[in-house]
């Protein structure tokens, strides 16, 4: 079924590739996911909602895999944004902890695979346990030239602008440059993605189709793709089918 011209999929068993067999000609440089749904995964079992936290954390770890199978350059995933503060603060506190946890077992894997770490979003009001854990996954990988695992936490693509804005109004009044050499290359080069290419396809899961403040600029040509299937059960044939849907679409960039 299509919403919106969009694949939009009621079972996450609806998929009909053949995944052993499976060959994409066409991968997406830089996919962007909307890891959605662990609450209400955890709810449906009956189980708290750090639960569901939990086990999205454990599915990351099996969609990198699939990422660096098929040799993606850069994966992006929506970890924690900026409104995600007013949740509870036992569940605010339990995703904080999340990074250092997911990366205490999984770091030597990353290494091993060629991945490098990478961060988005507004580091400094994070706990020092979120930050270290990250700053030290950032410095083991940094050599690592396979798969960029891009982790947005503490991120808004609003407040990203508006940092960049204040940036170059700041740049503009010592002359660094004129303000007529302001344009859209300038403008993605104070954003914090200005080391990455714009994400090519975005995923969100959950049946939720919204961007939620999550790299609205780089987004403008990005192809999307939902589904109702809650972040913990996208498994890894659900993620291969998307990049199998991927291969189909025609992008055009505004022109023919």
Not at 110 to 131: A, H, Y
Request: hydrophobic share 40%; proline share 4%.
């Amino acid at each position: 079924m299509l919403i919106n011209g969009f694949p939009f999929f009621k079972k996450k068993n609806q998929s009909t590739i053949n995944h052993s067999e499976l060959h994409l000609g066409v991968i997406p440089k830089h996919v962007a996911i909307i890891m959605d749904g662990n609450g209400r995964w955890a709810k449906k079992r009956g189980l708290p909602r750090i639960a569901g936290h939990k086990e999205g954390m454990d599915n990351v770890k099996r969609i990198v895999r699939v990422a660096t199978k098929h040799k993606l350059e850069v994966l992006t995933l929506y970890a924690f944004s900026t409104e995600n503060w007013k949740r509870p603060k036992k569940e605010v506190d339990f995703l904080m902890g999340l990074p250092s946890e997911f990366l205490s077992t999984y770091l030597p894997e990353l290494i091993e695979n060629n991945v490098r770490i990478q961060t988005i979003g507004d580091f400094e009001p994070l706990p020092s346990l979120t930050k270290q854990a990250m700053t030290n996954a950032i410095h083991k990988t940094k050599d690592n030239d396979g798969l960029i695992l891009n982790i947005a936490l503490n991120y808004g693509s609003r407040f990203e602008m508006l940092e960049a804005v204040k940036k170059i109004v700041e740049d503009v009044k010592v002359d660094q440059y004129p303000i007529e050499n302001i344009n859209e290359e300038l403008f993605s080069n104070y954003l914090y993605t200005k080391h990455i290419s714009d994400p090519d396809f975005l995923i969100r899961t959950s049946g939720e189709q919204r961007l939620s403040n999550f790299l609205l600029w780089q987004c403008a040509y990005s192809e999307f793709w939902f589904t109702d299937v809650l972040w913990p059960d996208f498994d890894e044939k659900l993620f291969e089918q998307a990049l199998s849907d991927y291969e189909k679409r025609k992008r055009r960039f505004g022109g023919l």
